[in-house]
Every structure is written in structure tokens, then in C-alpha cells.
């Protein structure tokens, strides 16, 4: 599979570009910083798109890849109030 492969859903950026193809993001990684660049997420990034271009892998498996890495620092926040449970006493037939 070409670098020139597309994504099925091109990748944003936080500066507002868009990943398109492998090679976008492959030239993306090379361009960071060393010290960005040799965190374990983003070299499990590189692997997958090394993988997905040289084997034919799906393209999906390289943008998890690239997604996990530049949401790194963001940190999850667990919100209660976004759904409300549907837990309460259990009302049988027997019981009415």
C-alpha cells in the first residue's frame, strides 16, 4: 500500500490542518520535536503507519495510532450529571 494511501477519515489537528494520507502523517510525526517524538506513543504511531504501508494493513489501525498519540495529555473526565440512571426498586407484576 502507497504512502499516498488515504485515511477513511482524515485526522484534525489541533491547529486546524487535517491529516489526509499516511505519508501527512508520517511527515507529522517526523517534524515534531525529539523529545515529543520519542515518547512510546507516538513510536507506536510510526510502527502502525510503517505497518499499514508496507503490509497493506487497514488504514484504520494507523489513525488509533496517531488519534492515541495526539490525544496524549488530554485528560478524560468522567461526567455523571451527562446521563441519568435508570436504577430503582423493581416492580413485578406480583407486587401490584
Given at each position: 500500500?502507497?504512502?499516498?494511501?488515504?485515511f477513511?477519515?482524515p485526522i484534525p489537528?489541533?491547529?486546524?490542518?487535517?491529516l489526509?494520507?499516511?505519508?501527512?502523517?508520517?511527515?507529522?510525526?517526523m517534524?515534531?520535536p525529539?523529545?515529543?517524538?520519542s515518547?512510546?506513543?507516538?513510536?507506536?504511531?510510526?510502527?502502525?503507519?510503517?505497518?499499514?504501508?508496507?503490509?497493506?494493513?487497514?488504514?484504520m489501525?494507523?489513525?488509533?495510532?496517531?488519534?492515541?498519540a495526539?490525544?496524549?495529555?488530554?485528560?478524560?473526565?468522567f461526567?455523571p450529571?451527562?446521563?441519568?440512571?435508570?436504577?430503582?426498586?423493581?416492580?413485578?407484576?406480583?407486587?401490584?
Amino acid at each position: 500500500m502507497p504512502w499516498s494511501t488515504p485515511f477513511e477519515d482524515p485526522i484534525p489537528l489541533p491547529n486546524g490542518r487535517r491529516l489526509l494520507t499516511l505519508g501527512d502523517a508520517a511527515s507529522y510525526v517526523m517534524k515534531l520535536p525529539n523529545a515529543e517524538h520519542s515518547a512510546p506513543e507516538w513510536q507506536a504511531a510510526m510502527e502502525a503507519l510503517i505497518l499499514v504501508a508496507e503490509n497493506g494493513g487497514p488504514t484504520m489501525l494507523a489513525r488509533i495510532g496517531v488519534m492515541r498519540a495526539l490525544n496524549l495529555h488530554v485528560e478524560r473526565v468522567f461526567d455523571p450529571e451527562r446521563k441519568s440512571h435508570h436504577w430503582g426498586k423493581r416492580k413485578l407484576k406480583r407486587d401490584q
